[in-house]
């Protein structure tokens, strides 16, 4: 398959650019699969989609404010947004400058924190962070919410709320995993009423995800690398969920690549590490029975994800409806819930 087999027009004002008064009134579009059959719904209409016994499972990564800005020795200005933290006040990022650094090269952020460079890992640079001040902190006092490259306004004091799912805490991600916005404590507690289940895993979302695919050929792309977390208690639920017929929910694409990455002959087992899983149509799912997701970028992989998961053609009438429908698209945009599962689609 193509990249371009995954293109569809998308009117610039359907971007959203800032996200809903209340979190949980986005819309959201429900997808059956097996009668291809699409219904427009509100997203807090999952207190009677969802069934008792049903397990939700998000990502509780928490974003970073990573972008920070500075200037080169020579005056010129450097933008800086870090893909992962490393430990040591060293992180990989990468840099907006209008001539590639060297290695040892130092650039002062705009507090006046000096940062040097030590070398290049693959298309980032790998950055030293000079001082006492604990990376983390360093972040928290100086930098900015990055938001996606298609939002075209500056991060604002909202954003750092709003940019953040309410159960985000395990801080390392550079983008929010943007299904798990639209939920509020007033949904969740509704949901928990209802008698539907919630689990965890922990997914750092890095600045790859926003990068375009460069190979035409789906078989020639190099998936970027993101760590994950599937602990023993979420497998433990998931375990029992199935056992009891309850069905297991995906919030999000990348609570889709940690568990398939964590899958081992259909069961979900205990793993924490890298990976660099591409999911693409022909690709056999084990580890969900439905998945809430949001908009994704025409001829990205997570569109991608999505058409293997419920089938190219089907995905792309989706997408098409929701333009007709005037559908808010991408991380601040509407929602869609594709029921029941397929294992399969070639």
């Known amino acids: 398959m193509k990249k371009s087999d995954f293109h569809f027009d998308l009117p610039p004002e359907l971007i959203a650019q800032t996200p809903l008064p209340q979190r949980s009134a986005s819309r959201l579009l429900c997808v059956d699969v097996p009668k291809e059959e699409f219904t427009d719904r509100a997203f807090g209409d999952l207190t009677t989609l969802l069934r008792p016994g049903d397990l939700l499972v998000f990502n509780d990564t928490r974003v970073l404010p990573a972008r920070l800005f500075g200037r080169k020795q020579s005056g010129g200005r450097v933008e800086i947004l870090i893909e992962r933290v490393l430990g040591g006040n060293q992180a990989r990022a990468q840099l907006g400058v209008s001539k590639k650094p060297k290695p040892d090269s130092v650039f002062l952020l705009d507090d006046g924190t000096?940062?040097?460079?030590?070398?290049?890992?693959?298309?980032?640079?790998?950055?030293?962070?000079?001082?006492?001040?604990?990376?983390?902190?360093?972040?928290?006092?100086?930098?900015?919410?990055?938001?996606?490259?298609?939002?075209?306004?500056?991060?604002?004091?909202?954003?750092?709320?709003?940019?953040?799912?309410?159960?985000?805490?395990?801080?390392?991600?550079?983008?929010?995993?943007?299904?798990?916005?639209?939920?509020?404590?007033?949904?969740?507690?509704?949901?928990?009423?209802?008698?539907?289940?919630?689990?965890?895993?922990?997914?750092?979302?890095?600045?790859?995800?926003?990068?375009?695919?460069?190979?035409?050929?789906?078989?020639?792309?190099?998936?970027?690398?993101?760590?994950?977390?599937?602990?023993?208690?979420?497998?433990a639920k998931i375990a029992q969920t199935r056992a009891a017929g309850g069905r297991v929910i995906a919030v999000g694409t990348t609570v889709v690549r940690a568990l398939e990455s964590a899958s081992r002959d259909g069961t979900v087992l205990p793993f924490a590490g890298e990976t660099q899983i591409f999911i693409f149509p022909g690709y056999r799912f084990s580890s969900i029975d439905a998945l809430i997701t949001n908009f994704h970028l025409p001829e990205s992989t997570l569109l991608m994800l999505v058409s293997a998961y419920a089938g190219r053609d089907l995905m792309l009438a989706a997408y098409k409806h929701a333009v007709e429908q005037r559908y808010r698209f991408f991380s601040y945009g509407d929602a869609m819930l594709i029921l029941p599962a397929q294992k399969a689609v070639a």
């Open 114 to 235: 000096p940062v040097r460079v030590l070398g290049r890992d693959g298309e980032f640079f790998v950055l030293q962070f000079e001082g006492d001040e604990a990376l983390e902190t360093l972040l928290a006092r100086v930098g900015r919410m990055p938001l996606p490259p298609y939002i075209e306004r500056e991060a604002d004091n909202a954003d750092l709320e709003r940019y953040q799912t309410v159960f985000a805490r395990e801080v390392g991600a550079v983008a929010a995993p943007t299904a798990g916005l639209h939920f509020d404590q007033a949904l969740l507690d509704a949901l928990s009423a209802r008698g539907v289940d919630f689990g965890y895993v922990t997914l750092h979302v890095g600045a790859g995800t926003f990068q375009p695919m460069r190979a035409e050929r789906l078989q020639d792309h190099v998936m970027h690398r993101e760590w994950l977390n599937v602990g023993a208690a979420l497998c």
